[in-house]
């Protein structure tokens, strides 16, 4: 078996502090190369001054991680710049964010080309390359230049908007079409697939050899729809095991009796934070009875805090927080509990557990991992309901759920009545729904799946690989 070689912004080197840091990449990519022994290749978290960014090399319980630091201005173009002030919008449809510097574009295409420069030292001409997310988008082209052959394979863990909205990136091709050089492009839903394929087709009028295969000069590029999964048996063992712990107990006795509702999001507007405590002052206004019986927590560590659109999102949370519960609260009652802090995931999962209905109301999301762990933490004989956005990767899987639009708060406050008021019966008979549809695409199978669909001979093509007319013009603008 070849070995893997995978490749992420960040690189999470375990830590002997056993630190926790929120987000989903992380958590499916430390599941996958437990199993995996593998390569682990990515920045190492460090910013330092130019010219002294060091690599570093660290093997661990099979694994071998290697770092590179950035300087700071790296950093700043490509990651905080490029990446998150223009990338993370626009692929999550939020034009309005999106803020587009030419400066930053060049920095973003350099550190593709740095971080190919550096992982070509360390790989082997058998290697199998997974490439994951939007920080990487032109990693393969870069590569592809500097004579690296290997079967090179992507995962975007985020959204895919269609092309009226791609397009609305300045020199989109530049970063969008280095796609085409990678073996096998995956995605979390079809949805997001046939984005892409649409681009391809109308935008660039690259040739296809079906709706999933594109030929791209004289290389063929493959789509698929990889959804992510969670480790179900794991969650299931931590929601049974953990809810009779301290921590989790000592949550549940203060509530004294309360029902609880739970909410757990990285800090980031595509969650729909805001609109969702909204709705849930809106389900208090409608629905006094609840008033005093009912808690939801909300646990939601900051994540790229020195970017302004986050400060001010931040900002905007807290005020909310405050009205409702200064306008709902008692002295004795603190209708939404809000904490800005990471914890383990055996206490998220008795957390989970202990909770009645979850709000996982993303106003975008590429999958949401936190929608699946809580149905996998549920006691099946007495289960909590998952109140899911209908725009979450999630929704497509779990059409079990009491699905919503985020943005209509009356619907979410209805939904959240309804979860509070649902017969057992039929708690359990979505919950079984759901256990049975995410059983089956565990995260072990999404790893396998998409490394063995990346090392499939792609076919012989039934047509000659030679580009056409306006593909070929396409693919030179990209260079
Ligand atoms: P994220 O946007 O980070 O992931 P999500 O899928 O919900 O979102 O994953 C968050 C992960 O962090 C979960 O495993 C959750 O348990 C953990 N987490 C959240 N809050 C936490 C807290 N307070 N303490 C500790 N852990 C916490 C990106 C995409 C998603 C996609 C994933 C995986 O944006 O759409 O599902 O990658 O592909």
Redesign the pocket.
């Known amino acids: 078996m070849a070995r893997v070689v995978v490749v992420s912004n960040r690189v999470a080197v375990p830590s002997s502090d056993g630190g926790?840091?929120?987000?989903?990449?992380?958590?499916?990519l430390r599941s996958f190369l437990k199993r995996n022994q593998g390569v682990w290749f990515g920045w190492s978290g460090r910013t330092v001054a130019k010219g002294e960014e060091k690599v570093r090399t660290v093997e661990q319980g099979g694994v071998t991680y290697i770092t590179t630091d950035l300087s700071r201005i790296d950093h700043q173009e490509y990651y905080n710049g490029f990446a998150n002030r223009m990338l993370w919008p626009i692929l999550h449809y939020r034009l309005d964010l999106a803020e587009f510097s030419s400066r930053d574009m060049a920095g973003y295409l350099r550190v593709n080309e740095l971080f190919a420069d550096r992982l070509k030292k360390f790989l082997k001409p058998d290697d199998i390359i997974w490439v994951h997310?939007y920080h990487l988008l032109p990693l393969a082209k870069a590569l592809r230049e500097r004579g690296v052959e290997n079967k090179i394979g992507f995962?975007l863990?985020?959204?895919f908007p269609p092309p009226e909205l791609l397009t609305c990136l300045p020199k989109h091709e530049r970063v969008i079409l280095g796609l085409c050089h990678y073996d096998l492009v995956g995605f979390?839903t079809d949805g997001d697939a046939d984005n892409f394929a649409h681009y391809l087709t109308k935008e660039c009028l690259m040739p296809s050899r079906d709706s999933r295969t594109f030929i791209a000069g004289t290389r063929m590029v493959r789509l698929g729809a990889f959804p992510?999964g969670?480790e179900m048996t794991e969650f299931e063992r931590l929601g049974r095991r953990t809810s009779r712990l301290a921590f989790a107990r000592e949550v549940v006795s203060s509530l004294a009796d309360r029902t609880m509702i739970i909410g757990?999001?990285?800090l980031?507007y595509?969650?729909g934070l805001g609109l969702r405590m909204r709705a849930f002052e809106h389900f208090l206004s409608e629905h006094p009875r609840w008033r005093g019986a009912v808690t939801y927590l909300q646990?939601?560590?900051r994540?790229r805090s020195d970017i302004r659109e986050y400060a001010e999102m931040e900002r905007r949370i807290s005020e909310t927080v405050g009205r409702v519960n200064g306008r709902y609260g008692e002295a004795s009652w603190t209708p939404i509990r809000y904490?800005n802090?990471?914890?383990?995931?055996s206490?998220?999962a008795g957390l989970y557990r202990s909770s009645r209905a979850a709000l996982?109301t993303?106003l975008r999301?590429?999958?949401?991992?936190?929608?699946k762990?809580y149905v996998a933490a549920q006691d099946a004989e007495d289960p909590g309901v998952l109140i899911l956005s209908r725009f979450?990767?999630?929704a497509v899987e779990c059409q079990a759920a009491l699905l919503v639009n985020p943005y209509d708060q009356e619907a979410v406050a209805a939904a959240i009545h309804e979860a509070l008021s649902m017969p057992l019966d039929e708690r359990r008979a979505r919950h079984g729904a759901l256990i049975k549809v995410l059983s089956e695409n565990d995260v072990k199978h999404w790893g396998e799946r998409f490394v063995t669909t990346l090392t499939q001979p792609a076919g012989a093509p039934s047509a000659p690989l030679q580009p056409i007319d306006n593909s070929a013009t396409y693919l030179a603008a990209a260079e």
């Open positions: 926790v840091r929120a987000g989903g990449l992380e958590v499916v997310d995962f863990h985020i959204p979390q992510v969670i757990v999001d990285r980031d595509s969650k646990i939601t560590p994540s904490v802090r990471p914890y383990s995931r206490v998220l996982v993303p999301d590429g999958m949401n991992l936190v929608a762990e979450a990767g999630a």
